[in-house]
């Protein structure tokens, strides 16, 4: 027979261990009256209702020195002995109320789990950086330090060869207590006193937020950052005649030299470069690196800092920002806003506008997908500008400084300007005249399929993104969602996998385009992109691939 109950906890303690080595890793050192059998092999089950604090699994104890386990099971069932059923005398009749389950210390429930993985013995050479491992989990978990000290006690007398002294394992317990385990951090909305936004150019580029500069190399991107630090450094006008709170200026560009191209220009806008600061690498040890932004976030902070002693800094540049994300994947979006979200944050404390540079992506797409890398950058950014050639400039001069993103305030319009080189060296010069283009086709979005809103492209656009994307003689394989990545592409999967399969029909010159299977039900789709020959390649070249002939113009290259 059998007595079926909604929950269980059996402590199992197996054959030859000693139950006082348990109570170190109980929720208050002792175990209360319970029924208690003893298994054939030698062990002993104690059986306790569950209770607030019994566990949602098993929990193994090897990990601290026990042979035995902790487990829980809804609807568990017991069986109770039958006279004349052998092999079945250890067990033992639940026919009372049993006692709740004490709970496990915290140190044992944050860390039983893992136990089965981490029960091998502990080296020389590793002893100290596992026990260090252990107690940082436990604090994590709530532990106090007398918790602590007793699972490393545990860990180092059952796994240590040999254990360390003792002395050393309470050092390492009081060293992890002195940390404050993670906490939930809320603020009621009532208790927030509401301010309007602050902004370092009206409208524009907002203090105290991530700003995005997003353009093609050679259209002056750079030298825009330098003209925006001049203003800011005088406190002069902007183009629009709005007001410059006036402040110091920090900058971090990984391709132009401070002496031979920032400095002439910084001179050429008629900035004070007294206020101006150049953070160029990171002293480490007796050798200088590159600033990687997800490590050295507290020496740019401490720039601000020190730059910030004679006049508040206004703006931090970031010039390209890819330049400085050191191991950080700019593809991987999850990984761009662990990177983004922390210098978004140190604007917030600075007050500083940051202002960060950066590509354009080859796939066509929406003007807000261009941005090289995550869309990561653009979504992370408060505030996003593309800059990009006036195509109805006859002398191909003209520069956009169109919006791209605007989540603080209703999107302006457009600036011209040109960039003009004289004897002081190149500079911008803005212009009034109106600007009538959009963002979606300056940036080379695609045009808006009629009737329905939604980006489209024709079958030559699609190939010759492909042509873009996937490099002559080389051949990509990919899901459709791949695909859409990789291309910028808007609309759904499904309409990209129908626009390939038009292709496929349809081949266009130097593209070969096939389905191909990738396990079940899946498939995907290979793009091979066959170069011309030597002798149609000339023929073949449309002015839109020509490069930019820019020899005239001032460039941020």
């Known amino acids: ?42 062990g002993t089950h104690r059986y306790f209702a569950h209770g607030k604090d019994g566990p949602g699994k098993t929990v193994n104890l090897r990990a601290y020195g026990v042979e035995g386990e902790v487990r829980a099971g809804r609807g568990s069932l017991v069986v109770i002995p039958v006279p004349g059923r052998p092999g079945r005398d250890w067990l033992v009749p639940l026919d009372g109320p049993l006692h709740p389950w004490p709970g496990l210390a915290a140190h044992a429930e944050a860390n039983g789990s893992r136990a089965s993985a981490q029960g091998e013995p502990i080296p020389e050479g590793s002893r100290h950086t596992t026990l260090t491992r252990l107690a940082g989990a436990a604090r994590r978990q709530g532990a106090t330090a ?164 004679t006049a508040p800094v206004r703006l931090v540049v970031i010039d390209p920002i890819s330049a400085y994300l050191g191991d950080v994947d700019s593809h991987v979006n999850a990984a761009v806003r662990g990177a983004l979200a922390p210098l978004a944050a140190l604007a917030q404390r600075t007050g500083a506008a940051v202002l960060a540079v950066t590509h354009l992506r080859k796939a066509p797409g929406q003007a807000v997908y261009r941005a090289m890398g995550s869309l990561a950058f653009t979504a992370a950014a408060r505030a996003a500008w593309g800059v990009a050639r006036d195509a109805k400039d006859p002398e191909g001069r003209r520069r956009l400084l169109l919006p791209i993103k605007a989540n603080l305030a209703a999107a302006p319009k457009g600036i011209g300007f040109r960039v003009v080189a004289d004897g002081a060296g190149p500079r911008i010069k803005w212009d009034t005249d109106p600007v009538t283009a959009d963002v979606e086709d300056a940036l080379g979005g695609m045009p808006p399929r009629e009737g329905d809103g939604e980006p489209a492209t024709t079958d030559d656009d699609l190939a010759g993104a492909l042509r873009r994307v996937v490099s002559p003689g080389s051949e990509i394989e990919d899901t459709p969602a791949g695909w859409a990545r990789r291309l910028g592409w808007t609309r759904t999967p499904d309409a990209l996998g129908r626009a390939l399969s038009r292709l496929t029909a349809h081949p266009r010159d130097g593209l070969e385009v096939r389905r191909v299977p990738r396990g079940g039900n899946r498939r995907g789709w290979m793009i091979r992109h066959t170069p011309p020959s030597k002798a149609s390649r000339a023929s073949d070249v449309s002015p839109d691939d020509a490069p930019p002939n820019d020899a005239s113009d001032a460039s941020d290259a």
């Open 1 to 42: 027979m059998g007595l079926r109950l909604d929950r269980l906890v059996v402590l199992d303690i197996e054959g030859g261990q000693d139950e006082a080595a348990v109570l170190p890793l109980i929720s208050g050192g002792t175990l209360p009256a319970s029924p208690t059998a003893s298994t054939p092999r030698g």
């Open 146 to 309: 007398t918790e602590i000290e007793v699972l490393l006690a545990a860990v180092n007398a059952g796994r240590c060869r040999p254990p360390l002294p003792d002395e050393e394992v309470r050092n390492i317990a009081r060293s992890a207590a002195n940390y404050a385990p993670p906490a939930p951090v809320v603020v009621r909305v009532a208790d927030v006193e509401a301010v309007p936004v602050r902004w370092t150019w009206p409208g524009r580029i907002p203090a105290a937020k991530l700003t995005l500069l997003v353009g093609d190399p050679g259209l002056g991107k750079s030298l825009l950052t330098l003209y925006f630090a001049a203003v800011v450094s005088r406190g002069a006008l902007w183009p629009g005649r709005e007001p410059s709170e006036q402040g110091a200026v920090v900058i971090l560009s990984a391709e132009d030299d401070v002496a031979d191209t920032i400095r002439p220009r910084l001179d050429a806008a008629g900035a004070d470069t007294k206020v101006i600061h150049a953070l160029t690498a990171i002293r480490d040890g007796a050798h200088e690196r590159v600033v990687c932004l997800d490590r050295d976030l507290p020496a740019v902070e401490a720039t601000i800092e020190r730059a910030g002693r």
